[in-house]
């Protein structure tokens, strides 16, 4: 049965570094094909992915965030980290980690989300 | 980068009506398509993938269909467990990009 679950501060200041660790089972991090998610969602809005990192440390990052953002895994510890540089107040919503299947055995599939943490807020103010 | 459309914002049905969603994108994503399922306070749940096939354990008045730039969501006959917020994802580029939601709520 895979699980993801989502753990970091709940208050951060603005300039700060976010730090946010999603802690897995069900799956290896390092098996052939595996990714794991960064998504998040501020209050009453939409859905935006932020990163992605794959089974050998491919790193994918959303282009309109790709310059505060670094995914890193543990494979030992079960564990994808998400760090986000200079927060600020719009930085502000629930994140969320996920798990992207993989149907068709590729290396490096892209597909929805079918495994999710139940999420974290993260509020940003001062 | 892809946008992603979704139209209605907001949709008012009764229980057993049918219900039908879209999400344009502005570019070509061939089937690249997932449609999610989100209750408030819940993280979103995956319905549909590669735009019309239903993922494991999602109940069959469930649907989606289009390729190219324009699909739906179709829900065949609203039940009480439906009342959501639907939203596509396209996942043909490493944007990932979401639609903005459309909220189905109670008439």
């Known amino acids: 049965q895979i699980t993801l679950k989502e753990s970091g501060p709940m208050l951060v200041k603005p300039t700060q570094t976010l730090t946010l660790t999603c802690t897995v089972s069900?799956?290896?991090?390092?098996?052939?094909?595996?990714?794991v998610g960064w998504i998040r969602q501020p209050p009453g809005k939409a859905l935006e992915w932020l990163a992605l990192?794959?089974?050998?440390?491919?790193?994918r990052y959303n282009p309109s965030l790709k310059n505060r953002l670094i995914i890193t895994k543990d494979t030992s510890k079960n564990q994808v980290v998400l760090t986000m540089t200079n927060v600020d107040p719009v930085d502000t919503a629930t994140y969320f980690c996920a798990h992207q299947p993989n149907r068709f055995n590729w290396n490096r599939p892209l597909d929805g989300f079918d495994y999710w943490g139940q999420g974290t807020l993260v509020t940003v103010s001062s | 980068d892809i946008q992603m459309t979704q139209s209605p914002s907001t949709v008012s049905a009764s229980l057993g009506d049918r219900v039908t969603i879209t999400c344009r994108a502005s570019q070509s994503i061939s089937s690249w398509l997932a449609w999610y399922q989100q209750k408030p306070g819940k993280a979103p749940k995956l319905l549909i993938y590669w735009a019309s096939h239903l993922e494991s354990g999602v109940p069959s008045r469930f649907s989606g269909s289009g390729s190219g730039t324009e699909f739906t969501l179709t829900i065949r006959s609203l039940q009480p467990d439906d009342f959501a917020t639907y939203y596509c994802q396209e996942y043909k580029t490493f944007s990932l990009t979401f639609g903005q939601g459309t909220k189905v709520e109670i008439k």
């Open positions: 990192i794959y089974w050998d440390d491919d790193e």
């Open positions: 069900g799956f290896s991090l390092s098996s052939t094909g595996v990714s």
